[in-house]
């Protein structure tokens, strides 16, 4: 046998391998891209000392604005700001943010509406990110949305204060940690209280009249987060989302009449919202949000208000505002200046407003060039090609910007056409670099993903040889564990040597890479050599007898060939796009074509339908059964709860189909009703009906599980963990259920006890974690649920007679360790008394009442998972309860399932029946993984069946 060394050296080997594959693929699919830590100033030297035109640094000498107000109302969609009169019976969303297109229309000149368009991920800590940098956040940085870090590179709020801007914040306390100490004064307010509607917007709206009338700010931000609380809580399509843009119009209206002539009013949405509230991803409706800009002087010139209203991508508003203001461009901006607001003066004069424009795009083409320039230094991730193409436009367009600019003033019909062109030249640049560094931070790296998923399939290949032949990797381990080893660690030296010799550098994760792939191919060349008898020539003999001993008792391995080649087709069906749309229907078809293959194979084998005693003759691999009445009997048993099982469990996965998500690729596929959460629902009577299906569900969930483990014995124990099943179990399901209840009704239903339902709201969830904390705690510390009752022979006469000898244990711990020993000697003992067909009380054998040992090792492992389960719930909307429980049920019909062919095949042997245990393991890799691994450890119900003397 392995020693403890080689066996914790094996472990931490698989685990490395399983890191080094996991880290290879990420490294290709997590996007990362560099961050620049360089700030602009105004002291940069954008321009040429000799450039007449212009002044001598970066900043502009006169700002069109010397203040501006901006509101950022968090998931305003655009169809929420947009106001159609042609619409007889609006939705709850439309046309309640009527102001907006109001003052458009009344004051074209002065305001203008425009679609808002966000860059993925649609999430408020990377849209923020977004449109202060200007530049853009990868997918990687989702993760720091509930964990905000400060905002490392340059920004506008960076900006505004090296520039002596005060700037005022309210709202969102995202801000205040993206921008540590640099406001001027900030009232943050917790932004993680999702069903709560008011009390954020409530305390802008107490300072945000006031300062804005006052006179000590430059820059007021005020996030709002109603909006988008509402549509997570309630969806867009609600009362609330009614009420709340209401409010939002005529916070607007309120800021309007407020203002002076120097500012600038900017409402924005960060983002907006699919039908169900939720946002994140992109598509249109996440991506689309508004942006409203207006002042109470002319902010276009006149005729403009007529022109098409194209998407403004959010970065380009980063530029836009501090040419406005008058301060640098952050240094990692790549978005575009927003032209029309640049064309000042009258409309007889249009030299000086192209003047004007190409300027603006100068300045902001002079920044974007920097940033490549030091970007492509930084890192190598943009194409050399792509960037001299970049580098060639930029210097044309410079050297025609002098020539038009750089000398006395000239005009006539070809100046102006040159300078037409010129503008549409700069646009092109910025548009064209924004679309390189888009299509970079946006690339996978094929290559990388490849690499480690093949790592990853070798490991798991790699577990499988280790469990499935573990008397054979203990039994020549020095050369299928430390032989891998000692090459892979070889192999990866010589890389990291030669890439210190070669570059003065060593990349870390390509020798680990190189390290796992020699060490995985010598496993795998060991193991096939393995099969000739020379690889043990080496060995001690008693590990060459043990060897062979097992291998005469292991029959000759047969490949499932139809449950790996619909594994390999599920796996492959991720790689198609066609298959990812439909991959609901895709699993349910393939998981119930495995399903069916379990009973059609025992079918094909002669072990199904077939009465028992007609089956005189057996498949080679198949010994003879015992025609007795109570064997047929058992027989006929096992084939109707295989078939019955499988018959449920097809059901139940279309079944399943109830509770579906969609796609954004799936066009006008409709979600599932069950994912509308309760809040969200405006029927009164459908809500009841499905908060009593929901705690119904969970009412069930707990009684099956405490029903499970009564049947086989584990509630008669003394043990913590049994206090956890009896009462920790239902004490979770209740604080479940009294959220739920909470939760679902709106604030103004509970009149005065509105602070009393929001401390049970912080309550109830708190509560849920103490006790799943308490009850993994207790069963980690004792998880043993087995009782014993006093017998006649003591419990060493169940052992070896050379066993307890060569232990120098206590009872104790005899009870927890040696179990597997005590159960398997007990099973032959009562499977001896059954061939010898003698009594069981008096025929010596030894009489043993023990409950809850044949699960002792499922049973807390259920228990823990059970309380998850309910913890999983509480996280989800509540109709989802429902598909929980159904999930429950599969995993316990595929057990069955698992058993009842098992027995079908041949009791007590592994021959014949290798293809039905792989359909059961692949089936529960099918399933979704949670609710199969309550189930997963649990010993098969045949087995439990066939030790009378056991009670579970």
Request: net charge neutral; proline share 5%.
């Amino acid at each position: 046998m392995m020693k403890r060394v080689p066996v914790l050296a094996l472990l931490l080997w698989i685990c490395l391998l399983f890191y080094v594959g996991i880290w290879i693929f990420l490294s290709g699919f997590l996007l990362v891209k560099v961050e620049v830590n360089r700030s602009s100033s105004c002291k940069d030297e954008l321009f040429s000392k000799h450039d007449s035109s212009h002044t001598e640094h970066f900043c502009w000498s006169e700002p069109r604005f010397k203040r501006a107000v901006i509101l950022v109302i968090d998931a305003l969609r655009f169809d929420f700001a947009r106001f159609d009169p042609e619409i007889k019976d609006p939705r709850p969303f439309q046309n309640k943010l009527g102001v907006l297109s109001e003052v458009v229309a009344s004051r074209p000149a002065h305001a203008r509406l425009y679609p808002f368009r966000a860059d993925a991920p649609t999430t408020t800590m990377q849209r923020i990110k977004g449109f202060t940098t200007g530049s853009l956040p990868t997918f990687v940085d989702v993760c720091s949305n509930f964990g905000t870090n400060a905002i490392q590179e340059d920004n506008l709020i960076h900006q505004l204060g090296q520039n002596g801007k005060r700037v005022v914040f309210m709202g969102d306390d995202t801000w205040e940690n993206l921008f540590p100490n640099q406001f001027h004064r900030s009232l943050p307010f917790p932004s993680f209280i999702v069903k709560d509607l008011h009390t954020v917007d409530n305390g802008i709206l107490q300072h945000l009249y006031s300062t804005v009338e006052s006179s000590d700010w430059d820059v007021v931000i005020a996030h709002f987060l109603g909006v988008d609380h509402c549509g997570h809580r309630y969806g867009p399509d609600h009362q609330a989302m009614a009420d709340k843009l209401t409010q939002m119009d005529q916070v607007v209206r309120s800021v309007i009449e407020r203002l002076q002539n120097d500012t600038l009013l900017v409402v924005l949405g960060d983002h907006g919202m699919t039908d169900t509230g939720d946002h994140g991803g992109d598509s249109q409706k996440e991506t689309d949000a508004a942006l409203f800009l207006y002042s109470p002087s002319a902010l276009f010139t006149a005729g403009q208000e007529k022109a098409l209203q194209e998407v403004v991508p959010q970065i380009d508003l980063v530029p836009t505002l501090a040419q406005l203001l008058g301060i640098p461009i952050p240094y990692s901006n790549i978005g575009k200046v927003m032209v029309e607001l640049f064309a000042l003066g009258s409309p007889e004069d249009q030299s000086a407003q192209e003047r004007r424009q190409a300027e603006a795009l100068w300045i902001n083409a002079k920044q974007v060039n920097r940033y490549l320039d030091t970007y492509s230094l930084a890192n190598k991730d943009l194409s050399p090609v792509i960037l001299a193409h970049l580098k060639d436009t930029f210097l044309l367009a410079a050297a025609e910007y002098k020539a038009l600019f750089g000398g006395p003033l000239a005009g006539g019909p070809e100046h102006s056409s040159r300078v037409q062109a010129l503008i549409a030249t700069f646009q092109q640049y910025l548009n064209q670099v924004r679309e390189t560094c888009q299509a970079s931070w946006a690339r996978f790296h094929p290559l990388h993903m490849a690499a480690g998923i093949a790592v990853l399939a070798a490991a798991c290949a790699l577990c499988f040889i280790t469990s499935d032949f573990a008397d054979v990797v203990s039994a020549s381990y020095r050369r299928l564990l430390w032989i891998p080893i000692v090459c892979g660690a070889v192999a990866g030296g010589g890389v990291a040597l030669w890439q210190f010799v070669t570059r003065s550098e060593v990349d870390v994760l390509s020798s680990l890479g190189m390290a796992a792939l020699v060490s995985q191919l010598s496993f795998f060349w060991n193991f096939c050599r393995g099969k000739a008898t020379r690889v043990f020539a080496n060995e001690p003999s008693d590990l060459l007898n043990a060897a062979a001993d097992s291998a005469q008792q292991r029959p000759a391995l047969t490949w499932p060939c139809v449950p790996l080649v619909i594994f390999f087709l599920r796996c492959a069906s991720l790689f198609s796009d066609s298959y990812v749309v439909a991959e609901g229907r895709v699993a349910t078809f393939l998981l119930s074509t495995l399903a069916i293959y379990i009973p059609v194979q025992l079918n094909w084998a002669g072990r199904l339908l077939l009465p028992f005693e007609a089956q005189k003759s057996t498949p080679p691999c198949l010994p003879p059964q015992p025609s007795t009445p109570a064997a047929s009997s058992s027989y006929k048993k096992e084939s109707l709860t295989l078939l019955g099982c499988t018959g449920f469990l097809v059901a139940s996965l279309y079944a399943s189909h109830s509770f579906h998500g969609c796609r954004d690729e799936q066009g006008g596929c409709e979600p599932s009703a069950f994912l509308t959460p309760l809040s969200g629902l405006r029927d009164i009577q459908l809500r009841n009906f499905r908060y009593l299906l929901s705690v119904s569900s969970v009412i069930a969930w707990v009684c099956l599980v405490r029903r499970w483990m009564r049947h086989y014995g584990n509630m008669n124990s003394k043990s913590p963990a049994v206090l956890v099943a009896r009462f920790g179990l239902p004490l979770v399901a209740m604080f479940v259920c009294l959220y739920w209840a909470m939760s679902s009704a709106p604030y103004e239903g509970f009149g005065n006890l509105q602070e009393v339902v929001k401390l049970a709201l912080l309550v109830f969830p708190r509560a849920v974690y103490v006790l799943f904390g308490l009850g993994v705690t207790v069963v980690c510390w004792d998880p043993l649920t087995v009782f014993l009752k006093t017998r006649k022979e003591p419990a060493t006469s169940l052992l070896p007679p050379t066993y307890r000898a060569s232990t120098g244990v206590s009872l104790q711990a005899e009870l927890q360790h040696l179990i597997p020993h005590i159960y398997q000697r007990m099973r032959k003992s009562l499977r001896a008394g059954e061939r010898e067909g003698t009594g069981r009380e008096d025929d010596g054998q030894p009489t043993v009442e023990a409950y809850g040992l044949g699960t002792v090792y499922s049973a807390p492992l259920l228990l823990v998972l059970a309380q998850l389960g309910l913890v999983l719930a509480m996280l989800h909307p509540e109709g989802l309860m429902l598909s929980f429980m159904l999930l429950l049920l599969q995993a316990c019909a595929i057990l069955h399932m698992h058993s009842a062919a098992t027995s079908l095949s041949t009791p007590g042997s592994r021959a014949g029946c290798f293809s039905v245990s792989w359909s059961a393991v692949l089936m529960l890799l099918g399933t979704v993984v949670f609710h199969l691994l309550v189930f997963s450890s649990a010993v098969s119900l045949q087995d439990v069946s066939l030790c009378p003397g056991l009670r579970c």
